[in-house]
């Protein structure tokens, strides 16, 4: 049985004073109670990591980044490393987000890096995969994640992957009130579950978590959650209010 993992990227989103107090929101006793029967985390920005850890006190809510850098240290200008990102508290961190592959332009190669870097690190990532409108309109839903994943995965053996968990975001329903139907979703997430099971093995396919994102909602969030190979959200716009990302995170357990 999977537990549902349920977290919030705030995004280049919040300042100092909202992102504390978005996180007092979240760390109030509805969450511990959800956070019972899911895992829950958020992703604010990188300046606000120390703060929201601080305000999260000893809730179970788990704090990430929203990108790391594959070095360990040096000169590499305007980077954060996996150690900094554990030595203030961080438990995980994403890896290819849409936003940093099609914004940023970060190529499945360096994503690798990326995520091998942040395993090796002790941190858990959650690698983003999804197609582009165009790419889905053109059937190449499949061939777009098969790459994404093969390529985000190389070379990571199968004890490494316990760290991981992938998160389906079709582009096209980023940010755009577009949800992927309940069925549009499951097929996707069965799809990777079944690639994965041919990278690894069944076991491995079973147990690795896969979140959807996408405009995630207080009221989308159930019927996604019901799909049997959705097993958390990923949400963005919806997370930077307490009580909508609670009443997601209601909506999934
Ligand atoms: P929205 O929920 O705002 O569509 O963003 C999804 C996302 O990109 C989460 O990482």
């Known amino acids: 049985m999977r537990k549902p993992f349920v977290a919030g990227n705030w995004k280049m989103n919040t300042d100092s004073s909202s992102s504390v107090?978005?996180?007092?929101?979240?760390?109030?006793?509805?969450?511990?109670?959800?956070?019972?029967?899911?895992?829950?985390?958020?992703?604010?920005?990188?300046?606000?990591?120390?703060?929201?850890?601080?305000?999260?006190?000893?809730?179970?809510?788990?704090?990430?980044?929203?990108?790391?850098?594959?070095?360990?240290?040096?000169?590499?200008?305007?980077?954060?490393?996996?150690?900094?990102?554990?030595?203030?508290?961080?438990?995980?961190?994403l890896c290819g987000h849409s936003e940093r592959r099609h914004v940023i332009g970060e190529t499945d190669e360096l994503i690798n890096k990326k995520l091998a870097a942040a395993i090796t690190g002790g941190l858990l990532p959650i690698l983003c995969v999804g197609e582009l409108l165009a790419e889905r309109e053109a059937s190449k839903t499949n061939d777009v994640v098969t790459r994404q994943l093969e390529n985000g995965l190389a070379g990571l053996s199968e004890a490494k992957l316990s760290a991981v968990t992938i998160a389906y975001e079709p582009v096209w329903a980023i940010g755009t009130?577009?949800?992927?139907?309940?069925?549009?979703?499951?097929?996707?997430?069965?799809?990777?579950?079944?690639?994965?099971?041919?990278?690894?093995?069944?076991?491995?396919?079973?147990?690795?978590?896969?979140?959807?994102?996408?405009?995630?909602?207080?009221?989308?969030?159930?019927?996604?959650?019901?799909?049997?190979?959705?097993?958390?959200?990923?949400?963005?716009?919806?997370?930077?209010?307490?009580?909508?990302?609670?009443?997601?995170?209601?909506?999934?357990?």
């Open 177 to 253: 009130g577009l949800t992927a139907t309940p069925q549009q979703a499951q097929e996707v997430h069965e799809f990777i579950r079944k690639l994965l099971a041919k990278m690894y093995s069944g076991e491995l396919a079973e147990g690795i978590r896969i979140q959807y994102g996408g405009s995630v909602k207080p009221d989308n969030a159930a019927e996604l959650m019901a799909q049997p190979d959705i097993d958390g959200l990923l949400v963005g716009g919806a997370s930077l209010k307490a009580d909508g990302f609670l009443a997601i995170i209601q909506g999934a357990i």
């Open 21 to 93: 107090e978005l996180a007092e929101g979240i760390a109030s006793d509805a969450t511990e109670i959800a956070s019972a029967k899911a895992t829950v985390a958020v992703f604010p920005p990188f300046v606000y990591l120390q703060s929201v850890t601080k305000a999260l006190g000893t809730s179970s809510v788990g704090v990430g980044a929203q990108d790391v850098y594959f070095e360990p240290d040096g000169a590499f200008t305007g980077e954060i490393s996996t150690s900094m990102l554990k030595d203030i508290g961080c438990t995980y961190c």
